[in-house]
Structure formats: structure tokens, C-alpha cells
């Protein structure tokens, strides 16, 4: 079995966000640690776990979900 683990700038470049907006906006909202991302030993360094990554964007964009964008980033789910 083997897992992709990719840094925030090889994350961003694969799915085309800003690395910033993923260390700021993504993480510990969109994206959790221990499901989305894992630090190795502990460390400062953080690792994102692409099989749940790519997994959670396609269950997201499916289409069967009605939502609104807000204008403060949100989602109204109707």
C-alpha cells in the first residue's frame, strides 16, 4: 500500500491554490489533521495525505449538494 504524502507547495501546485491559501484558509477548516494532513514525528512540518485530499474533493464536487456561496467564504447548504 502505498501513500502519496505531498508538502503545502507540491499540494497547491496539484490542485492549482495558492500555498498560502491552504496554510491559511484550508487548514483546520476545510482540510483536518489526522484525516487531510499529518505532522511526521511530531515536528513543525506537515505532510497532506493526497488519497483523502483527492477523495473529499470529488465526494465535494458531485453535484448532488445544493449550495450558495457566501461573500466571508462560507457555504449556505440548502
Do not use: Q
Not at 2 to 8: D, E, P
Not at 10 to 32: F, G, P
Request: aromatic fraction near 8%; proline fraction near 3%; hydrophobic fraction near 40%.
Amino acid at each position: 500500500m502505498s501513500t502519496a504524502y505531498l508538502t503545502t507547495d507540491e499540494l497547491a501546485a496539484r490542485i492549482k491554490y495558492d500555498a498560502r491559501t491552504i496554510r491559511e484558509r484550508l487548514k483546520d477548516s476545510v482540510l483536518l489533521e489526522g484525516v487531510h494532513y499529518l505532522r511526521p514525528f511530531g515536528g513543525r512540518k506537515i505532510l497532506y495525505i493526497w488519497d483523502a485530499i483527492e477523495r473529499d474533493m470529488a465526494m465535494a464536487s458531485g453535484g448532488a449538494n445544493f449550495s450558495i456561496p457566501m461573500a466571508n467564504g462560507g457555504v449556505l447548504h440548502g
